[in-house]
């Protein structure tokens, strides 16, 4: 009979090499660009990328209008999407866990999670840009809500099923009603939990570009009006980037390195939020 | 809500009137809750039918000018009004194929690397930085890919590939043409990057509800590592692990920022993988703004319906695939 295990052995240790690299190979994607970001971005930081404005080549200008638009459209979007996100997965979690329509609704909830954002884009414009006539600030917000919204109420439905029964069942039997019964209790319970949906959120929106282009469209001017149209972060990269100015370039990099931060800061943050819970 | 209110009140009712209004002010509340929970779940549901309605009405005009000749003309020409789908949906199945043929197999590696083979301690500091990857905006990856990779497969990775897999007859066209460093490869590299977490993150998951005992028995018998990862892993979480590799897939056809940055936008259907192309989202994004309303638009929208069909077919297969190993797993 012949010997099998030297060619066995050999393959085993190809594709466990091969199975190396391929990490080393994701690893270094990871490395090369947050390298990138750092050297070419770092640099640009200063007091004047925060306090002055989006200006036109050859005038010194910062990107404090872009940075109040995202904070706005960002905070115009959690408005809507937390509590909405928050009761969907409630009921999906509490009232409906077992019924018909919920599963229906967690399907269409988890294709909406990882649909095209430029299509949510395209449907934002359709139903809040053109029949109002202008870009807005304020459709971008809307763009961002129905971003972000899957994302809750995913989070909230998992967390939420993580509450144990017997906990549930101690508050009913205290006479408690349903509702004060999933708000004092089980909502208290997965705090931790709820906030790290939240969060996650918020680091999907800081970094979405794709649907502001046809909502927000952006603004050279600082506003804080969310009827006009509204510069972001995420807007002002696309287009310094692909700017021929020296000075351009270097704040769209600069732009990248801060929505780069503040989006890893939050999910490193919900991270560890979220083990904390699970601990528990 | 005001549940202490409710409750002070609660405390202080000593009358039975007052109890029985109490009372009947919490049935309200209750009711009220129950209510709005469902109508923020049917919101979801009303989200996707408007954005799919709101999309068909606005790409109208386009599918009744045009009919299934939008889906076969590779002409786009917003002057002469001849709108044509085909050079935008190539370059989607493109870029996406180049994506899933590299992102795929390092994807699974990172899988099998971290459940495998990983030193415990590094499991989870690599399982997270592979995750960042997942988080690092989609804009990030297309300047990223404009300052650095295009240069890079410009000077090195394009020319090396024209002069030896070019020279091949046959699979020579499809590395044809000069090395511009933009184009439908260099996008499908972003795409395979921009994916690769998704993969490894499922098919980790995956990989997990492989039950030890399967496992060590086959470790017991004498298999190698790739043996059992071969042999019992990847046989035991198949539909996992198409699922998530679905899932990845309706990612890389959706994506929009990095492919508009490194694609070179060129509305054609070329056979070489080197030349420039477009793809539905960068032809979306990249056009929007300069569009009359109207026949053009309209078109655009068009584009976006059909991107939502093709990305709503694989996702619902995805989420199918990968409910049927939750049953399996009795979750």
Same mark, same amino acid.
Request: overall charge neutral.
């Given at each position: 009979m012949a010997n099998l295990y030297p060619g066995r052995k050999r393959r085993n240790a190809i594709w466990i090499a091969l199975a190396w690299a391929a990490t080393a190979f994701g690893l270094g994607w990871l490395v090369l660009i947050l390298g990138a970001l750092l050297w070419k971005g770092f640099g640009g930081l200063s007091i004047d990328v925060f306090t002055k404005m989006t200006a036109p080549p050859g005038v010194a200008g910062g990107l404090l209008n872009s940075i109040v638009g995202s904070l706005i459209q960002t905070l115009l979007g959690l408005v809507i999407s937390a509590p909405l996100g928050i009761l969907a997965g409630?009921?999906?979690?509490?009232?409906?866990?077992?019924?018909?329509?919920?599963?229906?609704?967690?399907?269409?909830?988890?294709?909406?999670?990882?649909?095209?954002?430029?299509?949510?884009?395209?449907?934002?414009?359709?139903?809040? +840009?053109?029949?109002?006539?202008?870009?807005?600030?304020?459709?971008?917000?809307?763009?961002?809500? +129905?971003?972000?919204?899957?994302?809750?109420?995913?989070?909230?439905?998992?967390?939420?099923r993580l509450v144990p029964n017997p906990l549930r069942e101690a508050a009913s039997a205290l006479g408690m009603p349903r509702s004060l019964v999933i708000q004092q209790v089980a909502y208290r319970a997965v705090r931790a939990g709820l906030i790290t949906g939240v969060l996650l959120a918020i680091a999907r929106m800081t970094g979405e570009t794709a649907p502001l282009i046809f909502t927000a469209l952006g603004n050279s001017l600082f506003t804080a009006d969310p009827t006009q149209p509204m510069s972001s972060l995420p807007l002002i990269i696309y287009e310094f980037a692909r700017s021929p100015?020296?000075?351009?370039?270097?704040?769209?990099?600069?732009?990248?390195l801060i929505v780069t931060a503040a989006v890893l800061g939050m999910s490193v943050l919900a991270r560890v939020l979220s083990s904390r819970g699970a601990g528990k | 809500?005001?549940?202490?209110?409710?409750?002070?009140?609660?405390?202080?009712?000593?009358?039975?009137? *007052?109890?029985? %209004?109490?009372?009947?002010?919490?049935?309200?509340? *209750?009711?009220?809750?129950?209510?709005?929970?469902?109508?923020?779940?049917?919101?979801?549901?009303?989200?996707?039918?408007?954005? %799919?309605?709101?999309?068909?009405?606005?790409?109208?005009?386009?599918?009744?000018?045009?009919?299934? *000749?939008?889906?076969?003309? *590779?002409?786009?020409? /917003?002057?002469?009004?001849?709108?044509?789908? %085909?050079?935008?949906?190539?370059?989607?199945v493109v870029t996406s194929i180049i994506a899933?043929?590299?992102?795929? /197999?390092?994807?699974?590696?990172?899988?099998?690397?971290?459940?495998?083979?990983? /030193?415990?301690?590094?499991?989870? /500091?690599?399982?997270?930085?592979?995750?960042?990857? %997942?988080?690092?905006?989609?804009?990030?990856?297309?300047?990223?890919?404009?300052?650095?990779l295009k240069p890079f497969m410009q000077a090195y990775v394009q020319p090396f590939l024209i002069g030896t897999l070019g020279a091949i007859p046959g699979v020579g066209a499809l590395f044809g043409g000069p090395p511009l460093g933009y184009g439908v490869l260099t996008a499908g590299l972003v795409l395979a990057v921009m994916i690769l977490p998704f993969v490894t993150a499922i098919s980790r998951d995956v990989f997990e509800t492989v039950p030890s005992v399967l496992k060590e028995a086959a470790y017991?018998?004498?298999?190698?590592?790739?043996?059992?990862?071969?042999?019992?892993?990847?046989?035991y979480t198949r539909v996992g692990?198409?699922?998530?590799?679905?899932?990845?897939?309706?990612?890389?056809?959706?994506?929009t920022m990095a492919v508009t940055f490194v694609i070179g936008n060129a509305t054609k259907v070329s056979t070489s993988i080197l030349s420039q192309g477009t793809t539905i989202s960068a032809m979306i994004a990249n056009q929007f703004a300069d569009a009359d309303p109207g026949l053009f638009t309209s078109s655009l929208l068009a584009l976006g319906f059909i991107l939502f069909i093709i990305t709503f077919i694989v996702l619902a297969l995805a989420r199918w695939m990968l409910a049927r190993l939750d049953v399996k797993a009795g979750r």
């Open positions: 409630t009921f999906l979690a509490e009232y409906g866990r077992y019924t018909r329509f919920a599963a229906i609704v967690r399907f269409i909830n988890d294709i909406l999670l990882s649909a095209p954002s430029i299509v949510v884009g395209l449907f934002v414009y359709e139903f809040c +840009v053109v029949p109002f006539g202008h870009f807005s600030g304020l459709a971008g917000g809307i763009a961002l809500a +129905v971003i972000s919204t899957p994302i809750i109420v995913r989070t909230t439905e998992d967390m939420l100015y020296a000075e351009q370039q270097k704040l769209a990099w600069t732009g990248a | 809500m005001t549940a202490s209110a409710i409750q002070a009140r609660e405390t202080s009712a000593s009358l039975p009137r *007052d109890r029985s %209004a109490a009372l009947g002010r919490l049935k309200f509340w *209750d009711a009220g809750f129950r209510f709005m929970t469902f109508g923020a779940a049917s919101l979801v549901l009303v989200l996707l039918l408007g954005v %799919a309605i709101s999309l068909f009405i606005g790409a109208w005009p386009a599918f009744q000018r045009f009919g299934l *000749d939008f889906l076969i003309s *590779d002409s786009w020409s /917003p002057p002469k009004e001849r709108f044509g789908a %085909a050079a935008a949906i190539y370059g989607t899933m043929v590299i992102g795929v /197999p390092v994807g699974l590696g990172i899988a099998v690397f971290l459940t495998e083979l990983c /030193p415990p301690i590094f499991r989870r /500091p690599i399982g997270v930085a592979i995750e960042l990857l %997942a988080g690092i905006p989609s804009i990030i990856y297309g300047i990223w890919g404009v300052y650095y017991g018998v004498g298999a190698t590592t790739f043996e059992v990862v071969g042999s019992i892993v990847i046989p692990v198409v699922g998530g590799v679905m899932l990845a897939l309706g990612r890389a056809l959706g994506e």
